[in-house]
Nanobody
Framework: QAQLVESGGGSVQAGDSLKLSCVAS????????MGWFRQAAGAEREFLAA?????ETIGSLNGRFSISRDNANNELYLQMTDLKPEDTALYYC???????????????????WGQGTQVTVSS
């Protein structure tokens, strides 16, 4: 059973940094896109970015966030700096099927999901 588990969320002050991690188990996602989404209360789930097995990144990160992965350890990261209250959301890790085509950025492109990690930013 494939499983994605996020960690690294928390309650921080505006201007702080956080690094989210996502560890995959049960199967390897080394040949899949892995991505980050977030969902604020009352809002739609929003695509942030994804990274392919070759290191290609997709998504227009805001200059404060960066995505990376460690294929050897089956991990995905989201480094977030200068956090703002509007970044408050539940952050999800997701993965596509192997060798997904195109530039997957829709929720339906990702069949594998973690449970999410909460990020709360206070002003």
């Amino acid at each position: 059973q494939a499983q994605l588990v996020e960690s690294g969320g928390g309650s921080v002050q505006a201007g702080d940094s956080l690094k989210l991690s996502c560890v995959a188990s049960g199967r390897t996602f080394r040949s899949s896109y892995m991505g980050w989404f977030r969902q604020a209360a009352g809002a739609e789930r929003e695509f942030l970015a994804a990274i392919s097995w070759t290191g290609e990144t997709i998504g227009s990160l805001n200059g404060r966030f960066s995505i990376s992965r460690d294929n050897a350890n089956n991990e995905l990261y989201l480094q977030m700096t200068d956090l703002k209250p509007e970044d408050t959301a539940l952050y999800y890790c997701a993965a596509t099927h192997p060798y997904a085509r195109g530039r997957p950025s829709r929720r339906n492109d990702y069949p594998h999901w973690g449970q999410g990690t909460q990020v709360t930013v206070s002003s």
